[in-house]
């Protein structure tokens, strides 16, 4: 062993300092922080599916013989149960760890790894608030983040964007966009999509906007449009990480190669296509959960210190006037709720509440009264 070996000279430069991704924590791990019983935390920080997987899923993955062989590096019957459900060509589609994992992969794909000076390197667009990941990935792959951030409506600012494009090869855009629940129109996307970036458009929330269409079907006739879809929110099963993308075969077929081989495990391919088989019961959920948060809106835009924003997502957004809103977390979470802050240039003071089931409404809104109360407010 070498006496001076210099672990810190040896890993790449750019990577010693990262800030790193701020993930959120399990409710166990919530549970015995606070002293609380599992069962009595309300969850309301990582915009989870509070009725959990579908129970064909939980059954399929029971009833799974085959988890001492390695999954299928083609992720063939999964591929082929998405392109029929969503009526395009199976290879077009690549399923990875979640989304997360597509949105990885993409960046290795299109990024040169620190090419060049760092004013140099490929650059990412990326619109704020946004989330995290986008900019966390472009790191990691060694781009440069272009930020050009929302307006103050959370709507993109396009032209920005149009005039950033020349310096920079791909923007990730969320639709309905996390944290802020707004969506991008057709008119926005086609604006972006003659920019000559490559558009990587992540509907994790799609199934929550109501009659909102989602942009799949123009994947075929834009060669430059990729869409993310994920079983995290909708599917309710975050924690077997399942997510896909749909793209023109030649990504895909790049991104087939490069992944991890066997990046999708058994029990996550098993649980999406029964999943898929079950829809129907994951659609009327995702419903539910629409009324919930209308209900929770109108619940909160009752409290003066309080302002939501819209939401077609799984969560609300709310900016606190005169409150702390590190304070108001904190508060909730001696109660056993838990729920997002942010405090970024793009947000300040905000928190995001994600929506659970109907019966948590009422106990969040009673303690963010009372705790309106404890602060004079
Ligand atoms: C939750 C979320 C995802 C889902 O990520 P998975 O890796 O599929 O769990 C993707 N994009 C956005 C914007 C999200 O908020």
Not at 126 to 147: H, K, L, Q, W
Not at 191 to 209: K, N, P
Not at 278 to 283: F, G, N, S, T
């Amino acid at each position: 062993m070498s006496r001076d070996f210099d672990m810190r000279a040896m890993i790449r430069a750019d990577l010693l300092d990262l800030p790193g991704y701020v993930p959120i924590t399990p409710t166990d791990v919530l549970a015995e922080r606070y002293g609380i019983a599992p069962e009595s935390v309300i969850k309301l920080d990582g915009n989870e599916n509070p009725y959990g997987p579908s129970p064909k899923a939980l059954a399929a993955i029971a009833e799974e013989r085959s988890y001492h062989i390695y999954p299928d590096p083609d992720q063939a019957r999964v591929r082929a149960a998405l392109a029929a459900h969503l009526d395009v060509s199976a290879d077009g589609i690549v399923c990875g760890l979640g989304s997360d994992d597509l949105i990885d992969l993409i960046m290795r794909a299109i990024i040169t790894p620190a090419a060049g000076s760092p004013g140099r390197r490929d650059g990412v667009i990326n619109c704020a608030p946004t989330f995290g990941m986008y900019p966390f990935s472009t790191e990691i792959a060694g781009g440069r983040v272009v930020d050009v951030p929302r307006l103050e409506s959370f709507a993109l600012d396009v032209a920005s964007i149009e005039r950033a494009a020349p310096g920079a090869k791909l923007i990730f855009l969320a639709s309905p966009n996390n944290p802020t629940g707004n969506r991008m129109s057709h008119d926005e996307l086609e604006r972006l999509l003659v920019t000559g970036l490559l558009v990587v458009v992540d509907e994790a929330y799609i199934e929550f906007a109501g009659t909102a269409q989602s942009f799949v079907p123009l994947v075929a006739s834009n060669e430059n449009l990729v869409v993310l879809r994920t079983f995290s929110k909708w599917g309710g099963i975050a924690g077997l990480r399942a997510g896909y993308g749909v793209m023109s075969p030649v990504l895909a077929a790049v991104l087939m190669t490069i992944k991890q081989p066997y990046n999708l495990n058994v029990a996550a391919g098993v649980a999406m296509l029964a999943s898929l088989e079950d829809r129907a019961l994951l659609d009327e959920r995702a419903c539910t959960i629409a009324g919930t948060r209308e209900r929770l809106a109108a619940l909160l835009s009752e409290i003066g210190w309080i302002a939501p924003y819209p939401s077609e997502a799984n969560f609300i957004l709310c900016r606190l006037n005169g409150v702390d809103a590190v304070e108001v977390k904190a508060r909730l979470a001696t109660r056993g709720i838990f729920v997002r802050h942010f405090d970024t240039p793009a947000l300040r003071n905000h928190l995001r509440i994600s929506v659970g089931l109907e019966e948590h409404n009422e106990p969040v809104v009673r303690a963010l009264r009372e705790i309106g109360a404890e602060l004079g407010r």
